[in-house]
Each structure stands twice: as C-alpha cells, then as structure tokens.
C-alpha cells in the first residue's frame, strides 16, 4: 500500500489550494479515503473522510471551507481547500480507512504535504 500526498505550498490567508492522493497497490475504491493534518507542536488532528458510496465528512474547523472529492478511475483523492487561515498551516496527510482507523495507522499514511498560509 502506497499513499503520495502533492500539491501543498505556501499560500496567502484567503487564497486556496488542491491536495491530491495517488494510491497504489489496493482496491481504491472498496476504502474510505481521509485527509488528517498535523500543525507544528501539535497531534494529528482529522480534517475530512469520503467514504465508499461518496458520502463526505468534514470537521467544524473546516466545514463550508474544504471538499474532499475523490476519482476512484485515477485511483486518487482529493482536498480542494478555499479560504485558507494561518491556522490551516500544517501537514497534510492522507490515509485509508475511517477517522479511527486513519489515525490509528501512522504509519500507513503518506509521506505528507506541507501547507502554510501565511502573508
């Protein structure tokens, strides 16, 4: 099992960014897909989970900011984020499995992408 996080990079508080998640080496669509992030001195926090049929969950801390689409044809997830705060800044990673199994797993998740919004 392969996750590969890209597209993190330094944008300005409002602007927006689009995470992507190749997976390799299992059946991408039979797993939920998850996006958890960890913000410097801080533990992993989850931000949003797609699961199997599409149904999509997001944290209160990015509700109405972040979508989480996913292209079971490309084997890839998505976090398309839009108004980005300073306390976005973090890295981002995405694992398989729900919330609990996501977090549960470090060491199943990606390498990670790095976010900072700043100014």
């Known amino acids: 099992v392969q996750l590969a996080e890209k597209g993190g990079g330094l944008v300005e508080p409002g602007g927006s960014l689009r995470l992507s998640c190749d997976a390799i080496?299992?059946?991408?669509?039979?797993?939920?897909m998850t996006w958890i992030r960890q913000a410097p001195g801080k533990g992993p926090e989850w931000v949003s989970t797609i699961n199997t049929s599409l149904h999509t969950f997001y944290s209160d801390s990015v509700k109405g900011r972040f979508t989480i689409p996913r292209d079971n044809t490309k084997n890839t997830a998505y976090l398309q984020m839009t108004t980005l705060q300073p306390e976005d800044t973090a890295v981002y990673y995405c694992?398989?499995?729900?919330?609990?199994?996501?977090?549960?797993?470090?060491?199943?998740w990606g390498q990670g992408t790095q976010v900072t919004v700043s100014s």
């Open positions: 694992a398989r499995g729900s919330p609990d199994i996501a977090l549960s797993r470090r060491t199943s």
């Open positions: 080496g299992f059946a991408f669509e039979r797993y939920d």
